[in-house]
């Protein structure tokens, strides 16, 4: 388990993580989400001791990373896919590194297999892929067989199969009992993976829950309802205490409602449904809302047609 404990980082005025304190579970994915600015790679460096905090600590199983004998054998990370050196070939790579942590060179060929890299491994990481840097990352990170595995944005440049393949690789980690803390801006794919959330934003904590919980706090549910007969509908939703507005698509919005009651009603009242579905805010949306006053960069809405200048004009006579 990591547990941090009121974590601070200072680079002179700013202020990049504001007191953080949080533990991060075992045995399920934690997705770690905040905006551009927010301090995750911050906190992310300052939890292998690669920041000094300013003030606050952090402890793997108890202990600070320092004091760690062996540390691949008990956390393994990938936070940047090309700190590698280019002139090394994949197996070099993780043989220095199990070398240097007292792991069994046949572990070096069990993780290249594991990722799909065995095809490669004599070849120079200079010359990998954004796509394959992240599977030896991967491999670098799963190395020492530890108990607890930290991946900053793991399935940048992968293709869908690959992406699919780590979503499963997290799940069956975490299965094992294993602490699982992964960072990334994918919400889609975060929706997918994270079972446990930890939100932070200016370098604050602003969540820790369960992935249901945080969708639920920061959004709304609704019951889609279409019919042919809007004007009944209408007048049955009022009599019962509901309000139904338009969605702009033909169909109407119930906010907070009981679809199983809806469905009921209008059963009762003879009012032909053609859609009655309960709707629920994706985690995009949570996290917009939960984070917008936490957001360092505010862009304009983009036109959705840029008008024309003499520079654009220029450029195309150049070009």
Same mark, same amino acid.
């Given at each position: 388990?990591?547990?941090?404990?009121?974590?601070?980082?200072?680079?002179?005025?700013? %202020?990049?993580?504001?007191?953080?304190?949080?533990? !991060? /579970? $075992?045995?399920? +994915?934690?997705?770690? @989400?905040?905006?551009? =600015?927010?301090?995750?790679?911050?906190?992310?460096?300052?939890?292998?001791?690669?920041?000094?905090?300013?003030?606050?600590?952090?402890?793997?199983?108890?202990?600070?990373?320092?004091?760690?004998?062996?540390?691949?054998?008990?956390?393994?990370?990938?936070?940047?896919?090309?700190?590698?050196?280019?002139?090394?070939?994949?197996?070099?790579? %993780?043989?220095?590194?199990?070398?240097?942590?007292? !792991? /069994? $060179?046949?572990? +070096?060929?069990?993780? @290249?297999?594991?990722? =799909?890299?065995?095809?490669?491994?004599?070849?120079?990481?200079?010359?990998?892929?954004?796509?394959?840097?992240?599977?030896?990352?991967?491999?670098?990170?799963?190395?020492?067989?530890?108990?607890?595995?930290?991946?900053?944005?793991?399935?940048?440049?992968?293709?869908?199969?690959?992406?699919?393949?780590?979503?499963?690789l997290m799940k069956a980690l975490a299965n094992e009992g294993r602490t699982v803390f992964v960072s990334s801006h994918l919400?889609?794919?975060?929706?997918?993976?994270?079972?446990?959330?930890?939100?932070?934003?200016?370098?604050?904590?602003?969540?820790?829950?369960?992935?249901?919980?945080?969708?639920?706090?920061?959004?709304?549910?609704?019951?889609?309802?279409?019919?042919?007969?809007?004007?009944?509908?209408?007048?049955?939703?009022?009599?019962?205490?509901?309000?139904?507005?338009?969605?702009?698509?033909?169909?109407?919005?119930?906010?907070?409602?009981?679809?199983?009651?809806?469905?009921?009603?209008?059963?009762?009242?003879?009012?032909?449904?053609?859609?009655?579905?309960?709707?629920?805010?994706?985690?995009?949306?949570?996290?917009?809302?939960?984070?917008?006053?936490?957001?360092?960069?505010?862009?304009?809405?983009?036109?959705?047609?840029?008008?024309?200048?003499?520079?654009?004009?220029?450029?195309?006579?150049?070009?």
């Amino acid at each position: 388990m990591i547990e941090v404990q009121d974590l601070t980082k200072r680079y002179g005025d700013k %202020l990049a993580v504001d007191h953080l304190t949080f533990a !991060i /579970p $075992t045995g399920v +994915v934690t997705g770690f @989400l905040g905006p551009n =600015g927010a301090g995750k790679s911050t906190t992310m460096r300052m939890l292998l001791d690669l920041d000094r905090p300013t003030s606050g600590t952090v402890r793997i199983d108890g202990k600070h990373y320092g004091q760690l004998n062996e540390p691949l054998k008990y956390i393994g990370a990938l936070l940047e896919a090309k700190a590698v050196h280019p002139g090394r070939t994949a197996y070099n790579h %993780l043989l220095w590194m199990a070398q240097s942590n007292r !792991i /069994p $060179t046949r572990r +070096v060929d069990e993780v @290249l297999n594991l990722v =799909g890299l065995h095809g490669v491994a004599k070849k120079r990481s200079g010359g990998f892929s954004l796509g394959m840097g992240q599977r030896l990352g991967i491999a670098a990170a799963l190395l020492g067989d530890p108990q607890i595995l930290m991946f900053d944005e793991p399935v940048n440049g992968l293709d869908p199969e690959g992406i699919l393949w780590v979503r499963n690789l997290m799940k069956a980690l975490a299965n094992e009992g294993r602490t699982v803390f992964v960072s990334s801006h994918l919400m889609s794919e975060m929706a997918l993976t994270a079972d446990h959330l930890i939100v932070i934003g200016q370098g604050k904590l602003l969540a820790d829950l369960s992935m249901n919980e945080f969708i639920d706090q920061n959004s709304h549910s609704f019951v889609r309802l279409r019919t042919p007969q809007p004007e009944q509908l209408l007048d049955m939703l009022t009599r019962n205490g509901m309000t139904a507005s338009m969605d702009g698509e033909g169909a109407w919005e119930v906010v907070d409602a009981d679809p199983a009651r809806i469905g009921d009603l209008a059963a009762a009242h003879g009012v032909t449904l053609h859609e009655l579905s309960p709707q629920r805010a994706s985690l995009e949306e949570a996290f917009m809302r939960m984070t917008a006053d936490s957001v360092e960069y505010h862009t304009e809405s983009v036109p959705q047609q840029a008008p024309t200048t003499a520079w654009g004009s220029d450029w195309k006579k150049e070009s």
